[in-house]
């Protein structure tokens, strides 16, 4: 059995990021999951909704500069960051969770556990 998490933390203002539209897609960009983070800035949905992914290549594509402007942010026109989209392989059974920290101008992920 293969799962998926994830966790949204904004470094901008220091706290988990709530109310990111996230989607995940397949290789061919096949649409298999839409939803927002918490207040935690977690999907909890995701993995209920998607409780066993088949080896392969995925995307996670978070709706950064949507989050940031109802936050109140001033943004560029268009913004230097409008989405961010994880591509990531899933090679093995297990649990695989993947973070985003994001401002408005840089993020970074990592495989976290």
């Given at each position: 059995?293969?799962?998926?998490?994830?966790?949204?933390?904004?470094?901008?203002?220091?706290?988990?990021?709530?109310?990111?539209?996230?989607?995940?897609?397949?290789?061919?960009?096949?649409?298999?999951y839409?939803?927002?983070?918490?207040?935690?800035?977690?999907?909890?949905?995701?993995?209920e909704?998607?409780?066993?992914?088949?080896?392969?290549?995925?995307?996670?594509?978070?709706?950064?500069?949507?989050?940031?402007?109802g936050?109140?942010?001033?943004?560029?026109?268009?913004?230097?960051?409008?989405?961010?989209?994880?591509?990531?392989?899933?090679?093995?059974?297990?649990?695989?969770?993947?973070?985003?920290?994001?401002?408005?101008?840089?993020?970074?992920?990592?495989?976290?556990s």
């Open positions: 059995m293969t799962t998926l998490s994830t966790h949204v933390l904004d470094t901008m203002h220091g706290l988990p990021a709530s109310e990111v539209k996230l989607r995940l897609e397949d290789k061919a960009g096949t649409v298999l839409t939803g927002v983070t918490n207040p935690d800035g977690r999907c909890p949905g995701l993995s909704a998607v409780p066993d992914l088949a080896s392969g290549q995925y995307a996670l594509v978070f709706a950064v500069a949507d989050y940031f402007s936050m109140g942010v001033t943004l560029p026109e268009p913004p230097f960051l409008d989405e961010v989209r994880i591509a990531f392989g899933l090679a093995s059974p297990g649990h695989y969770h993947v973070p985003l920290l994001v401002s408005p101008f840089a993020y970074s992920t990592y495989r976290g």
